[in-house]
């Protein structure tokens, strides 16, 4: 076990609503990455948070958004939900500001209908 | 652009011998390379990392070789066990680690 903690495992939404997405790194973990990850394809960066700020970010759009908290919890918060979000969605930690190691959670199963 | 590209078919082996899975990138001079295993409908995990100025990398009965001429990295898995079932991940970072790209990773059956 990684001590990375997802909730909820599974959602089911529709298409236009909005959905938040939680996570718990280990303590001590100052950065957290989440990842999308289609079916049969590797995690897609969607962008990174260090002491609460975001410092990286890959090629979503604005309606993916997130918040870290000092607790060493964050979210991933989508707006106006699409199909092709359906998706599981992951969230990694590491101690430092860099990523050479990450330990991920065992994600978020997310259905768009 | 940037592209990772890894053993789109599954590798079916007998349990006992070596797999050998491929990863090759363009586009890109990474810092560091890492593989990791995924379970279904688990988060990947964390094996091994191997730095740009490395040749080579072990730990247990797992081998990592990294090439930055060619390009390309081979993950092996030595007395292969049907626990070893599982899909591989090959992911690059640069330098500033802000950003890791994923390949789309590799399906290993071993026959017990």
């Known amino acids: 076990e990684t001590g990375v903690t997802q909730s909820p495992t599974h959602l089911i939404k529709t298409r236009g609503q909005q959905v938040t997405l939680r996570c718990s790194s280990q303590s001590g973990h100052n950065t957290v990455s989440w990842y999308q990850q289609a079916l049969g394809q590797g995690p897609q960066f969607i962008f990174q948070y260090y002491r609460e700020e975001e410092n990286g970010r890959g090629n979503f759009p604005p309606r993916f958004s997130g918040l870290q908290f000092p607790n060493y919890s964050s979210e991933l918060n989508v707006n106006a939900l699409e199909l092709d979000d359906s998706a599981l969605y992951l969230c990694?930690?590491?101690?430092?500001?860099?990523?050479?190691?990450?330990?991920f959670g065992p994600g978020t199963r997310l259905t768009v209908l | 652009s940037q592209k990772i590209e890894q053993n789109s078919e599954a590798l079916n082996i007998q349990e006992g011998k070596t797999a050998t899975l491929t990863c090759n990138y363009t586009n890109y001079s990474p810092a560091y390379l890492q593989w990791y295993r995924q379970d279904p409908g688990r988060g990947p995990v964390f094996l091994l990392l191997?730095?740009?100025?490395?040749k080579e990398k072990r730990k247990e009965r797992l081998k990592v070789t990294f090439d930055t001429t060619l390009k390309q990295s081979l993950f092996h898995i030595t007395a292969s066990q049907p626990a070893d079932s599982a899909t591989y991940l090959c992911a690059l970072q640069n330098t500033g680690g802000f950003k890791t790209i994923f390949g789309a990773g590799t399906r290993l059956f071993v026959k017990a």
């Open positions: 990694a930690s590491n101690p430092g500001g860099r990523t050479d190691t990450q330990y």
């Open positions: 191997i730095r740009e100025n490395e």
